[in-house]
């Protein structure tokens, strides 16, 4: 089973940038199209970005600009690189394999990003 393990959240500043990191445990993960989800309490996880195995990438209106959604599959590792944060992407942040839209394997812990002055 593919086990999933995000890290590089942490507390920055409204503009600040951080980089987050979503490892896979097995070489499976390269096959599938990656996204990056986020969850604030009382509310749905949200799909946020994802990228196919060729490289296409989508993002929610509420981060395009502003997010970059990358893979090194030779690593197993998808990353979100996320600029000009604010208040509103206050989260935890969930990778995950995708089928379709929906999620393709257990999650991992997810990383807290947090947004605050």
């Known amino acids: 089973q593919v086990q999933l393990v995000e890290s590089g959240g942490g507390l920055v500043q409204p503009g600040g940038s951080l980089r987050l990191s979503c490892a896979a445990s097995?070489?499976?993960?390269?096959?599938?199209?990656l996204g990056w989800y986020r969850q604030t309490p009382g509310k749905q996880r949200e799909l946020v970005a994802s990228?196919?195995?060729?490289?296409?990438?989508n993002y929610a209106d509420s981060v395009k600009g502003r997010f970059t959604i990358s893979r090194d599959n030779a690593k197993n590792t998808v990353y979100l690189q996320m600029n000009s944060l604010n208040p509103e992407d206050t989260a935890v942040y969930y990778c995950?394999?995708?089928?379709?839209?929906?999620?393709?394997?257990?999650w991992g812990q997810g990383t807290q990003v947090t947004v605050s002055s």
């Open positions: 995950n394999a995708l089928i379709a839209t929906a999620p393709r394997f257990p």
């Open positions: 990228i196919t195995r060729g490289g296409s990438t």
């Open positions: 097995g070489s499976i993960f390269s096959i599938y199209t």
